[in-house]
């Protein structure tokens, strides 16, 4: 049996993805209190209903529960349980933006402020993200972007190498992305927003492409980057990491990082590496 434990930050899209795990035939059990898990896995083991694949969903829900949730995670791992644990966050004020949409009360909540609410969650889930093997944040993820992640994580992973790569192009006035594990700076490339006839474009459209693609530096640099990343994606691998994110960052996050990022996606593609991109501030003014 395969065991996933769902957790994270409240309002940070458990509920979606729950359904997204359903659809791939996962048997999910909502609300789960942190000490009752094992009890639920020897249930499940012992049922003469076949279930291959289980999610459980914790959260703080389970109140002051919560704060075993860690201690239950490693050990269940210990007992050599096969369980990964899938973390989903959000930045304040998507949260807030959230739950002002939706009118719902926060778990945490005691009638104070929403944020004081989401800065104790976090505070108090710090040690299970800490310990999980998965993290997403879902800010500026469409739900069909978190499906692509989700699908990546938990049914395609069979089909390509045992780790999975996010590739996000970003804009550095809006703030390098949270999950970033490798950062990398495209400022110093020629700037097609200086050509009036490039402005309107992105990085997704051949004539900002071709600009940024036929000068040297970026020649030197794709060759350079891809050749490191080549270098670490096995010894990551080799080291038990199953997603990385590699964030691709310009000015205004439209045409160079785009192009770049389009670039060492299809790189890795053709090195059979599973690959998701991600454009986060193509659609920002």
Known sequence: ????????????GKSTTVHILEDIGYYCIDNVPPTLIKNFITLCQNSNIAMEKIAFVVDARSGDCIMRLADEITELKKSGY??????????????IKRYKETRRKHPGGTGGLLIDSIVAERRLLSEVRDKSDYIINTSDLLTRQLK?????????????????????????KRGIPLDSDLVFDV??????????SLRS??????????????????????????????????????????????SIGCTGGKHRSVAIAEAIKN??????????????????E
């Open 187 to 196: 400022r110093f490339l020629p700037n097609p927003f200086y050509d009036p």
């Open 82 to 95: 096969k369980c990964e644990v899938l973390f989903l966050e959000a930045n304040d004020e998507v949260i």
């Open 201 to 246: 474009l992105t990085g997704l459209d051949a004539p900002v492409r071709d600009f940024v693609m036929s000068c040297d530096a970026t020649k030197t640099f794709l060759n350079k980057l891809t050749d490191m990343v080549d270098f670490l994606l096995p010894q990551y691998v080799e080291e038990g990491k199953m997603q990385l994110v590699i």
């Open 1 to 12: 049996m395969q065991f996933v434990i769902v957790t994270g930050m409240s309002g940070a």
């Open 148 to 172: 692509e992640q989700i699908l990546a994580l938990f049914e395609s992973r069979n089909k390509f190498e045992s780790i999975n790569v996010s590739i996000i192009s970003f804009g550095f």
């Open 267 to 284: 790189h890795l593609a053709e090195k059979n590496y599973y690959t998701i991109v991600t454009h986060r501030d193509l659609g920002c």
